[in-house]
């Protein structure tokens, strides 16, 4: 494969996005009007709730099986991987660079998260086209081509909407917070109006109040100190109960969050084939279920795109993203995370973890090398933080990334 055929397998699919995103920035310019905030904000809501489960399920139930599921046993702990050592990289850069407090979380879920989807579906069965492929015969290296896009896809959607949303969420928590405690400070300094009050009323109500404290302590000094400790036991056991229970009870949300159950459900049904057999296949009785999934489905990348485009016009006249944000982003994702792909792959073969298809390899190299997940953009519009600075960060970095793929998948069809 040719360097100008690779430039455009590469550059072609990163240039379909930034062409719709540029139709819905016009789209939400002020002289168009079609696609106002209200309007980004509805749509988002749908795209979380409809599009992006449907595609979840039709990917996966339609695609995998449980043989490939045991056979590719290794993606799941590489995108783990990526995930860890992009966080890790991720929490680096918000260290060295201090970005704004609501941007942390953004920032660390940007490194962290790779566009497994729509870019992987794209980049992967369009490199089985090209001629003089590495990757065998077209028809063969396709149908494996959709299947690795897939499987990618819908493990990369489970950790994106587990981890990068936990880390948005968060973040958008600690921000709202800071927030109300930093205007009820501001409150509290506030003069005292109360007019029937003098210096001598207060000082009165401090004595009285003082008093009483001191009899009540002095009275109850014997027995506080055996009560109290046994009370500190059973507080801190009903504390570590209660955060336990906390917890749990997190990620019982995260895993029936919506993308998140439909990718539980679209593995069931790959996985066990009479339920396969139900609405996958001409002859099943319940086409119709997976043929209108599909179709709701294929609906949820360019509303993602369109969305993404929309807010980055609010991004151009509002966001105040510091350039060294930028630059520890793109450094992360298109430097230091493609290098360390590249010695967690070949680790993994050296010691006979992956089985022996060059396709195979090249996927698992690709998931370190791509731009930020397009969801991060819609975890921001539904926790109404950094929506701005993430229109801004998403554009430098899919501009870079034309680039960037390029170089890395030439490299990596290099090692190959």
């Known amino acids: 494969?040719?360097?100008?055929?690779?430039?455009?397998?590469?550059?072609?699919?990163?240039?379909?996005?930034?062409?719709?995103?540029?139709?819905?920035?016009?789209?939400?310019?002020?002289?168009?009007?079609?696609?106002?905030?209200?309007?980004?904000?509805?749509?988002?809501?749908?795209?979380?709730?409809?599009?992006?489960?449907?595609?979840?399920?039709?990917?996966?139930?339609?695609?995998?099986?449980?043989?490939?599921?045991?056979?590719?046993?290794?993606?799941?702990?590489?995108?783990?991987?990526?995930?860890?050592?992009?966080?890790?990289?991720?929490?680096?850069?918000?260290?060295?660079?201090?970005?704004?407090?609501?941007?942390?979380?953004?920032?660390?879920?940007?490194?962290?998260?790779?566009?497994?989807?729509?870019?992987?579906?794209?980049?992967?069965?369009?490199?089985?086209?090209?001629?003089?492929?590495?990757?065998?015969?077209?028809?063969?290296?396709?149908?494996?081509?959709?299947?690795?896009?897939s499987f990618s896809m819908a493990l990369g959607g489970f950790y994106i909407w587990t981890i990068s949303y936990q880390l948005v969420r968060s973040s958008a928590t600690r921000y709202k917070a800071m927030k109300i405690a930093e205007e009820e400070e501001k409150g509290s300094k506030e003069p005292n109006k109360n007019l029937d009050s003098d210096e001598k009323s207060r000082l009165l109500e401090a004595g009285i109040t003082e008093n009483v404290s001191l009899v009540v302590s002095t009275e109850d000094d014997a027995g506080s100190q055996i009560i109290g400790f046994q009370g500190s036991k059973k507080e801190e056991h009903a504390s570590f109960l209660s955060n336990l229970g906390g917890i749990l009870h997190?990620?019982?949300?995260?895993?029936?969050?919506?993308?998140?159950?439909?990718?539980?459900?679209?593995?069931?049904?790959?996985?066990?084939?009479?339920?396969?057999?139900?609405?996958?296949?001409?002859?099943?009785?319940?086409?119709?279920?997976?043929?209108?999934?599909?179709?709701?489905?294929?609906g949820t990348i360019p509303c993602i795109t369109l969305i993404l485009g929309g807010n980055l016009t609010q991004g151009l006249r509002k966001a105040t993203v510091k350039i060294q944000v930028v630059l520890a982003v793109l450094c992360v994702r298109y430097i230091l995370m493609p290098i360390c792909g590249i010695g967690v792959v070949k680790a993994a073969a050296h010691f006979g973890f992956l089985p022996p298809d060059p396709l195979y390899h090249f996927v698992l190299l690709i998931q370190f090398a791509l731009p930020p997940a397009m969801n991060i953009s819609t975890m921001t519009q539904l926790f109404d933080v950094a929506q701005d600075e993430c229109s801004v960060l998403f554009l430098w970095t899919y501009v870079v990334a034309v680039f960037s793929l390029t170089i890395w998948s030439t490299i990596f069809l290099w090692i190959i």
């Open 250 to 298: 997190q990620i019982l949300e995260e895993l029936m969050a919506p993308p998140t159950l439909a990718a539980i459900i679209g593995f069931i049904f790959g996985a066990i084939s009479w339920l396969r057999n139900i609405v996958i296949g001409e002859n099943a009785p319940l086409r119709v279920i997976q043929e209108s999934v599909k179709l709701l489905g294929d």
């Open 1 to 149: 494969m040719g360097f100008w055929s690779l430039l455009e397998v590469a550059s072609m699919p990163i240039l379909q996005v930034l062409i719709i995103s540029i139709l819905g920035a016009f789209l939400a310019t002020d002289k168009v009007g079609l696609f106002p905030a209200d309007a980004r904000r509805s749509l988002n809501k749908i795209v979380f709730m409809v599009f992006t489960p449907c595609l979840m399920f039709a990917s996966l139930a339609k695609t995998v099986t449980l043989e490939d599921i045991i056979s590719w046993w290794f993606m799941p702990v590489n995108i783990g991987i990526t995930f860890l050592v992009g966080g890790v990289l991720g929490w680096i850069a918000v260290k060295l660079v201090k970005p704004r407090p609501h941007l942390e979380g953004l920032v660390v879920a940007t490194c962290a998260s790779g566009n497994l989807g729509n870019l992987l579906l794209i980049i992967v069965p369009a490199m089985c086209d090209e001629d003089g492929s590495p990757f065998g015969d077209l028809n063969v290296c396709s149908s494996r081509a959709l299947s690795y896009a």
